[in-house]
């Protein structure tokens, strides 16, 4: 113990400076909007660095899990191939349930967060790549996020399992629509809102992307009804949505590119 008291006697000035010096950093981030998008982009660049190194490490000892998701994938693309009568040596892909208006990229979540609040995932791609705010991420199971912040080469994604997400989605069968939350207990479940009561639920009900933004396309699939009651003023029901992805285990991605969101923005924004 005394020996770093002596050490911080010898070195008094010189941890002064770096105290003073510490101080005028963080002032200077906080009070310029330029500098404070470099130091997020630096920090997004560092960390992402970081998160993709130990990803590659997690990435090698999950292959077997990994390769499974992806041949059932594989499989379940070869049915639609051969019921809608494409050729297998076409070019098919899932957007293909999608009309145009949509484009999709691939990428990998290098860092996945289920056990907080506000859970955030990092991608491995980022503006170098054409990602920017407020692109759509899905699995081939179903929904992932919203894109939040971009960097050249990272991204971070606003998880579903986020209290302060907010998604349009419907009931498959009747269109009825609310808005899909998060009450941040469970992985496993999301939970919609905001469906009238007049609305036939029942449980087993699949739940999908409304389409009603300039996100996600409509029919993306989330979920299944697992329960339901109606709220306070039993007006609404507040339903409980198992969801098809584990987000717990989940890698590769698609990131989902409105090519109309910028008319449709302006549009809206006139009105």
């Known amino acids: ?11 008094k000035n010189f941890l002064l400076f770096l105290l003073l010096f510490g101080f ?3 002032f200077t ?10 130091f997020i982009n630096s920090a997004n660049f560092l960390t992402g660095g970081v998160y993709n190194s130990l990803n590659n490490i997690s990435s090698y000892f999950d292959l077997k899990s990994q390769n499974q998701l992806l041949s059932e994938e594989n499989k379940r693309l070869r049915s639609l191939l051969q019921n809608n ?13 999608f009309d145009e208006s949509y484009r999709f990229y691939t990428s990998n979540i290098i860092k996945n967060s289920y056990s907080l609040n506000n859970n955030i ?9 054409s990602v920017e705010q407020d692109l759509g991420v899905i699995s081939s199971k179903g929904i992932i ?16 399992l986020n209290t302060t997400s907010r998604i349009s989605a419907q009931l498959k069968k ?9 009450n941040g207990e469970t992985p496993e479940f999301n939970q919609l809102i905001d469906i009238p009561k007049i609305a036939p639920v029942a449980k087993g009900d699949t739940i999908i992307t409304s389409g009603r933004s300039s996100i996600f396309p409509k029919g993306v699939p989330i979920g299944i009804v697992e329960d339901f009651q109606l709220d306070q003023a039993e007006n609404y029901y507040e339903i409980n949505v198992k969801l098809f992805n584990d987000m717990t285990s989940v890698e590769h991605v698609y990131i989902i590119e409105n090519t109309n969101k910028e008319e449709i923005t302006t549009l809206l924004s006139n009105n």
């Not at 113990?1 to 070195?11: E, H």
């Not at 009568?85 to 349930?97: Q, Y």
């Not at 995932?121 to 790549?129: H, R, S």
């Not at 269109?175 to 899909?180: E, R, V």
């Open 24 to 26: 005028s950093l963080l």
């Open 145 to 160: 996020g919203i894109i939040d912040k971009t960097s050249s080469n990272y991204a971070t994604v606003i998880s579903i």
């Open 174 to 182: 009747t269109n009825h629509f609310g808005t899909l939350t998060w």
């Open 29 to 38: 981030i906080q009070s310029h909007s330029y500098h404070r998008s470099k």
């Open 1 to 11: 113990m005394q020996q770093i008291i002596n050490f911080i006697i010898r070195n």
């Open 121 to 129: 995932l990092t991608l491995n791609k980022g503006k170098n790549d």
């Open 85 to 97: 009568g494409v050729a297998l040596d076409s070019v098919f892909i899932d957007s293909l349930m």
